[in-house]
């Protein structure tokens, strides 16, 4: 096993790739400092665009093209590290964009107010024309966890009523999911952690269901305009099924990150914040059972990422480890840092990651290994495909 460190000018966050073939674009830097850089699958670096304020995710469009968000507008990187397009979206002085997706045909946009006001999801063309935009039902979140404590109460913990959220944003990486034909967007009370997740129709942006509010968790697409949505905090640890209707097919107590394999097989690497909880690797079976795999030491995770051999790979507690078909876990490298975000799995076996230290900084990690090609299902990595751009079958 061979691991070499790629040392990049900023703080890499963010990976996307835009083929097995790569680059890899790495978004490095945070507001005026952002840059985006281009690495090969030898980690060397092929160009560098300083983006402003421009801010991630970065969704890589099948063209190459690298795309990200500035307010109300989407910028293009071309494969070549040239400026590309701007499309400007229109929209309320007060809002922007909270993440989004490239379409096809166009870019799926969820917005949000600041402070919060309303929020909606638009569907345009390629030029920016709306093709519908849907205002989504006011938020009243509750959760049973939540208490609150004051001195008319002799400050005796208590459930807090239904409140409605100063802010409500959408998590920029898996808060906006299409599957088929339907979209799931999931707004968050960032100082709760409380959100609620509204799919909608791709066509017509119609409204089809709500979930209940619940703790935020890992949420990933199922196919066929299913998804999977996991609840974490506040005594919740679940992944629940729901078809393209909103019918919760299966829950599973289990949260965590997410495979979907080409044949449908679902596994979960489960992570959680609780200081004495015990995770594992498991595997999800469509009847509501589990099928257990050892239990893994340690939260922070980078990854998983899904070969077509059935075996997966994911940084954690400082270790790389691979994951058997049957569940067994093999550490096949040690070494300094905690996995941050997502793992990609390149051509031959190279899997790239960040690394994040505890005193500062992070590096871009690239690790050979003989893992198989990227599994073609419907959510074989983070963002469900190599290109950061959620959009599936």
Not at 37 to 44: E, K, P, T, Y
Not at 60 to 69: I, T
Not at 129 to 144: F, G, I, K, V
Not at 225 to 238: D, K, P, R, T
């Amino acid at each position: 096993m061979r691991i070499e460190r790629v040392e990049l000018p900023g703080r890499p966050g963010p990976l996307a790739g835009a083929a097995a073939t790569g680059p890899v674009y790495v978004l490095c830097g945070m507001g005026t400092e952002a840059a985006l850089h281009a690495v090969d699958l030898a980690g060397r670096l092929c160009w560098s665009r300083s983006l402003g304020a421009v801010g991630g995710p970065v969704r890589v469009a099948p063209d190459g093209g690298a795309w990200l968000a500035d307010r109300d507008a989407v910028v293009e990187t071309t494969v070549s590290g040239t400026p590309g397009r701007r499309v400007r979206f229109s929209c309320a002085p007060d809002e922007r964009i909270g993440t989004f997706v490239v379409l096809p045909d166009g870019f799926m946009v969820a917005w949000t107010s600041r402070p919060y006001r309303h929020v909606r999801l638009e569907r345009t063309d390629g030029s920016g024309t709306s093709r519908w935009s849907t205002r989504l039902p006011d938020a009243r979140l509750s959760y049973d966890g939540v208490v609150e404590m004051s001195a008319a109460n002799d400050w005796r913990a208590e459930p807090m009523p239904p409140w409605r959220p100063a802010d409500l944003t959408p998590e920029r990486w898996a808060g906006l999911l299409v599957s088929a034909d339907r979209v799931l967007a999931t707004y968050t009370d960032w100082s709760s952690g409380i959100g609620m997740g509204y799919c909608l129709d791709l066509a017509t942006g119609a409204l089809v269901w709500v979930t209940p509010p619940h703790p935020t968790g890992e949420r990933a697409i199922a196919g066929q305009g299913g998804f999977l949505v996991g609840s974490q905090g506040y005594g919740a640890f679940s992944t629940r099924l729901y078809d393209r209707d909103g019918a919760v097919v299966i829950e599973w107590p289990s949260q965590g990150g997410l495979l979907v394999s080409s044949r449908g097989r679902i596994r979960v690497v489960e992570s959680d914040n609780a200081d004495t909880s015990t995770r594992r690797v498991r595997r999800l079976h469509r009847d509501g059972s589990m099928t257990d795999g050892p239990c893994l030491p340690g939260y922070y995770t980078s990854g998983p990422v899904l070969s077509g051999d059935g075996r997966a790979a994911f940084w954690r507690d400082g270790a790389l480890q691979i994951v058997d078909p049957d569940l067994r876990v093999h550490t096949v490298c040690e070494g300094e840092g905690e996995g941050v975000d997502r793992m990609l799995l390149l051509e031959d076996g190279r899997l790239f990651f960040v690394l994040t230290k505890d005193r500062g900084g992070s590096t871009l990690v690239i690790a050979r290994t003989d893992l198989a090609p990227l599994d073609t299902g419907a959510w074989p990595c983070g963002e469900g495909d190599l290109r950061g751009n959620p959009v599936g079958p």
